[in-house]
């Protein structure tokens, strides 16, 4: 089957065999990937379980099992090796591994008669930008996406664009061109071109597209650009009065629950540790929704802090402007964000959703400064942090909960993103 594939060019990936994602994610293999691996013949001598101990249940009826790959102690692959390095790629090439560990970090997403292609930023190569161009990486993704892409994608319909709006893939994209437009700006910093954005949004959001279509959205979408951006931008240049005052104190609530979820790792280690890990989980929760005190450490990355400490103003790298651009290009070009790709949510509260990774991950990269004693952030902090962010955002099945939705909907309803956005870039 031929693919047309849209890539994101503004992006440079190739593995870097950090073994990270080894480490990070629970694997799920297929009926016919689980014989695969157990016809390779695995042994001791290869340092491998043998047999079913290569796989751990996932859940599913008796009669439909569902396996993931097992895990060693510290919650790396069994296949991992001293080396960083993955056995069954050693051992027989890397078309003989699990489809899930050959896509990443690419995700691949209808988007009418073709299909688009983002990125996952929990990688540190595609942080970095490092790699190959994705041109010359197109022949692998073309052969990648045939394995994934199902027979008939085109008929995929396109997200809606509200709760109540829908239009055809073609009026959809004017939209997603739009957003990445305001995106590609390079006269105003990442957090005022989040505001810009939200703030047309949530014009879209309360407007019917049954009558306007074609050129005439896109001169709609124009025109409230226009007066936003006229309206808009003076204010928030350089004093970031675009929406005044600080987050108010249930909206400072509201995101730490939501920051401490991205800030949470969740490897295959943690969701088997039962009873005892969801309760240490709760106590956590309990302590991020009060706010009081020290904060406490999801990760042993991160050290006990104040919470108060965490609100003092840290400053924004000049070089982090590249990546959060970057980042959100991709994010949106790829259709990352919202329909299938984020829980069926719409475009208006996808992006909603998308802009608050930004303060989420700015409080997270404050928390890793912190942890070591500095109160200015570097740039490896807000990569860092992204690479811990971005694990989550459209793969923890939390955050297409309806109490993960409510709380970015509550946020977007009191007009609280940009100021979040705006108290967590200083
Ligand atoms: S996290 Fe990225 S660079 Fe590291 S092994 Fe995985 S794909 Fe390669």
């Given at each position: 089957?031929?693919?047309s594939?849209?890539?994101?060019?503004?992006?440079?990936?190739?593995?870097?065999?950090?073994?990270?994602?080894?480490?990070?994610?629970?694997?799920?293999?297929?009926?016919?990937?689980?014989?695969?691996?157990?016809?390779?013949?695995?042994?001791?001598?290869?340092?491998?379980?043998?047999?079913?101990?290569?796989?751990e249940?996932?859940?599913?009826?008796?009669?439909?099992?569902?396996y993931?790959l097992?895990?060693?102690?510290?919650?790396?692959?069994?296949?991992?090796?001293?080396?960083g390095?993955?056995?069954?790629?050693?051992?027989?090439?890397?078309?003989?591994?699990p489809?899930?560990?050959?896509?990443?970090?690419?995700?691949?997403?209808p988007?009418?008669?073709?299909?688009?292609?983002?990125?996952?930023?929990?990688?540190?190569?595609?942080?970095?930008?490092?790699?190959?161009?994705?041109?010359?990486?197109?022949?692998?993704?073309?052969?990648?996406?045939?394995?994934?892409?199902?027979?008939?994608?085109?008929?995929?319909?396109?997200?809606?664009?509200?709760?109540?709006?829908?239009?055809?893939?073609?009026?959809?994209?004017?939209?997603?061109?739009?957003?990445?437009?305001?995106?590609?700006?390079?006269?105003?910093s990442?957090?005022?071109?989040?505001?810009?954005?939200?703030?047309?949004?949530?014009i879209?959001?309360?407007?019917?597209?049954?009558?306007?279509?074609?050129?005439?959205?896109?001169?709609f979408?124009?025109?409230?650009?226009?007066?936003?951006?006229?309206?808009?931008?003076?204010?928030?240049?350089g004093?970031?009065?675009?929406?005044?005052?600080?987050?108010?104190?249930?909206?400072?609530?509201?995101?730490?629950?939501?920051?401490?979820?991205?800030?949470?790792?969740?490897?295959?280690?943690d969701?088997?540790?039962?009873?005892?890990?969801?309760?240490?989980?709760?106590?956590?929760?309990?302590?991020?929704?009060?706010?009081?005190?020290?904060?406490?450490?999801?990760?042993?990355?991160?050290?006990e802090?104040?919470?108060?400490?965490?609100?003092?103003?840290?400053g924004?790298?000049?070089?982090?402007?590249?990546?959060?651009?970057?980042?959100f290009?991709?994010?949106?070009?790829?259709?990352?964000?919202?329909?299938?790709?984020?829980?069926?949510?719409?475009?208006v509260?996808?992006f909603?959703?998308?802009?608050?990774?930004?303060?989420?991950?700015?409080?997270?990269?404050?928390?890793?400064?912190?942890?070591?004693?500095?109160?200015?952030?570097?740039?490896?902090?807000?990569?860092?942090?992204?690479?811990?962010?971005?694990?989550?955002?459209?793969?923890?099945p939390?955050?297409?909960?309806?109490?993960?939705?409510?709380?970015?909907?509550?946020?977007?309803?009191?007009?609280?993103?940009?100021?979040?956005?705006?108290w967590?870039s200083?």
């Amino acid at each position: 089957m031929a693919i047309s594939l849209t890539l994101p060019t503004i992006q440079n990936w190739s593995c870097h065999n950090c073994g990270g994602c080894c480490r990070q994610h629970a694997i799920e293999v297929t009926e016919e990937e689980r014989q695969r691996i157990l016809s390779q013949g695995w042994t001791a001598n290869d340092g491998t379980p043998t047999g079913n101990a290569l796989f751990e249940r996932q859940g599913g009826p008796p009669w439909a099992k569902r396996y993931r790959l097992a895990h060693q102690a510290d919650g790396a692959c069994v296949f991992l090796n001293e080396q960083g390095l993955c056995r069954i790629h050693a051992k027989f090439g890397e078309a003989a591994k699990p489809l899930a560990c050959r896509i990443y970090p690419y995700a691949v997403h209808p988007a009418g008669k073709q299909a688009t292609v983002s990125l996952r930023f929990s990688c540190p190569s595609v942080v970095a930008n490092r790699g190959r161009s994705m041109k010359q990486n197109a022949d692998e993704i073309k052969q990648l996406a045939r394995a994934i892409v199902p027979e008939g994608h085109e008929r995929t319909p396109p997200p809606a664009v509200s709760a109540r709006e829908r239009v055809d893939w073609p009026d959809f994209r004017r939209f997603v061109d739009a957003i990445d437009y305001d995106l590609a700006s390079t006269t105003a910093s990442i957090g005022v071109k989040l505001q810009l954005i939200l703030l047309w949004l949530d014009i879209v959001g309360e407007s019917r597209f049954d009558k306007l279509s074609g050129t005439l959205l896109t001169e709609f979408l124009d025109i409230i650009r226009q007066s936003v951006h006229e309206v808009g931008l003076p204010m928030a240049e350089g004093q970031w009065k675009l929406t005044g005052g600080p987050p108010g104190a249930l909206a400072r609530m509201q995101f730490r629950m939501l920051t401490a979820q991205y800030a949470r790792k969740d490897t295959a280690a943690d969701l088997a540790s039962g009873w005892r890990g969801r309760w240490k989980l709760f106590r956590a929760a309990t302590k991020f929704a009060r706010g009081i005190g020290n904060t406490p450490p999801l990760q042993t990355i991160f050290r006990e802090v104040s919470f108060e400490s965490l609100e003092q103003s840290f400053g924004i790298p000049a070089e982090s402007e590249e990546l959060w651009t970057r980042y959100f290009r991709v994010k949106v070009q790829g259709l990352h964000f919202c329909g299938p790709a984020y829980y069926g949510v719409p475009l208006v509260e996808g992006f909603q959703s998308l802009a608050l990774i930004f303060p989420a991950t700015m409080w997270i990269a404050r928390w890793l400064a912190a942890s070591q004693g500095r109160t200015q952030l570097t740039a490896d902090d807000v990569s860092q942090a992204l690479t811990i962010s971005d694990h989550h955002h459209g793969y923890s099945p939390i955050f297409g909960s309806f109490g993960f939705r409510k709380r970015v909907r509550t946020l977007a309803q009191m007009d609280e993103i940009p100021r979040l956005i705006r108290w967590y870039s200083q």
